[in-house]
């Protein structure tokens, strides 16, 4: 599926709400996909790793290791409940593993 189709049907299996940041729970400015960079980036908006987030929350996420790191683990977790699959399972869709 090509990125423009995968950007307008974003959805999450963390949040039913993608008006309100996710962190904070401000309005939201931006959907965040969790697994970023060029393959990641996809994979997230195919498998639901997006998150709404404020202007605030996202520059964090971006520019402080320790926001980026527990978002990451907290999506892994909830994507291995939410897919009903193991740790290998999710390490052979990213290739790497936050938990």
């Given amino acids: 599926m090509k990125v423009k189709t995968l950007e307008r049907k974003r959805w ?20 965040h996909e969790v697994f970023y ?3 990641h980036r996809k994979l997230s908006m195919e498998y639901g790793c997006v998150v709404p987030l404020c202007i605030d929350c996202h520059y964090k996420v971006h520019h402080y290791h320790t926001f980026d790191l527990m978002l990451k683990k907290k ?5 291995l409940e939410y897919h009903d699959c193991t740790r290998e399972d999710f390490l052979k869709i990213f290739h790497i593993n936050y938990l």
Avoid: M, P, Q
């Fill in 37 to 39: 960079g060029a393959k």
């Fill in 12 to 31: 999450s299996f963390l949040t039913d709400d993608l008006d309100h940041c996710y962190l904070c729970g401000k309005k939201r400015d931006n959907l």
């Fill in 75 to 79: 999506t892994e977790e909830k994507f």
